[in-house]
């Protein structure tokens, strides 16, 4: 979490997961396996969009956290939907 990279309105990327780790303990969506850590932070109030489907060629989850490192909370889990 602590180096997580941030991400801005509209598309970004392209993002590998070359060296990634599991993070620990396991986080919730999935089935954990390595995990990349990005960030956001809304500029307005609404729905938040998120894919991974262009450019993707293996499978992915999603989880939403809110809080900072020491105590994320958990909002949404996306896992093939």
């Known amino acids: ?3 997580a990279v941030a ?7 392209p993002f590998t997961n070359v060296g990634s ?4 303990p396991a986080w919730p969506c999935g089935n954990g396996g390595n995990d990349l850590w990005f960030s956001y932070t809304a500029d307005c109030t609404g729905t938040l969009t998120v894919s991974t489907c262009t450019g993707t060629n293996f499978d992915t989850a999603l989880q939403i956290f809110s809080g900072g490192c ?3 909370t958990s909002l949404a889990c996306n896992d093939d939907a």
């Open 70 to 72: 020491a105590s994320l």
């Open 21 to 24: 780790t599991t993070s620990a």
């Open 1 to 3: 979490c602590a180096g």
């Open 7 to 13: 991400l801005v309105e509209g598309a970004n990327g």
